[in-house]
């Protein structure tokens, strides 16, 4: 993704890390996933699938959660609830970048 920055690429990194170290495997849709979330700092999932389109990978929605719901398993990402479920906010849930 452009304009990724090394702390980004560090963030990456160490949550590929927690998914293998919790029994997760690599791939790449996870990788997708974290690379989207590499600069932002809320996103939903929905948005998370948009940036992913723009490296042009298609990736479903339902691929998606399933996706950070393994990756907040693991303890790579973190979820917070949302109390407002505009559009924009699947289900209400926002994702956050994990820290390091």
Same mark, same amino acid.
């Given at each position: ?11 990456? *990194? #160490?949550? $590929?890390? /927690? ?7 690599? =791939?790449? +849709?996870?990788?997708?996933? !974290?690379?989207?979330?590499?600069? *932002? #700092?809320? $996103?939903? /999932? ?7 389109? =723009?490296? +042009?990978?298609?990736?479903? !929605? ?39």
């Amino acid at each position: 993704m452009a304009g990724v920055t090394e702390d980004a690429h560090e963030r990456v *990194a #160490t949550a $590929l890390a /927690a998914l293998r170290d919790s029994g997760g495997r690599r =791939t790449a +849709g996870r990788q997708a996933v !974290l690379q989207a979330l590499a600069n *932002a #700092t809320h $996103l939903s /999932a929905a948005q998370v699938r948009d940036r992913i389109a =723009t490296l +042009g990978v298609c990736v479903d !929605l339902s691929t998606v959660h399933r996706t950070l719901n393994a990756l907040v398993t693991a303890g790579a990402v973190h979820a917070s609830r949302s109390a407002s479920t505009r559009v924009g906010h699947a289900g209400g849930w926002t994702v956050t970048n994990a820290e390091p």
